[in-house]
């Protein structure tokens, strides 16, 4: 499968999940590669659902190309892990990639890491082409 064609189906992906997003949900999109952004910088990483930020996050989705180099997972992961979920709230995080996982040792370890923790992530979604096994 081409570049061109990972990355549209992770693009219809994310649409998918943005749309299925019940109103009032806290979510954020991060990219990430060789570095990593974040659509809502805040203190908690998050923005409400609504149709503003829908608009937003579909709007960044859709202009989403294979550029970030690499598929390094680990420092965005460390992020998140240093800015915890809004309070009595878990976090749940969705992953869509086209490419392949390098560093998969170092991120399971990240992962477990985040089990035992405070913050509680329930669910780590692989979809295409991930060669992590959580």
Known sequence: MTEDNRICLAREAMLLFIRSLPVGAHFNIIRFG?????????????AVYDEQ???EAEKLTRSMQADFGGTELLEPLKHLKDHPPIK????Q???????????????????????RGSMRIPHIIPVHEVSIKI
């Open 34 to 46: 060789s570095n990593f952004d974040i659509l809502f910088k805040n203190e908690t990483l998050t």
């Open 53 to 55: 930020t829908a608009k």
């Open 88 to 91: 009595d709230r878990s976090r």
């Open 93 to 115: 995080i969705f992953l869509l990639t086209d490419g392949e996982i390098s560093n998969t040792n170092e991120v399971t370890n990240e992962y477990e890491i985040f089990k």
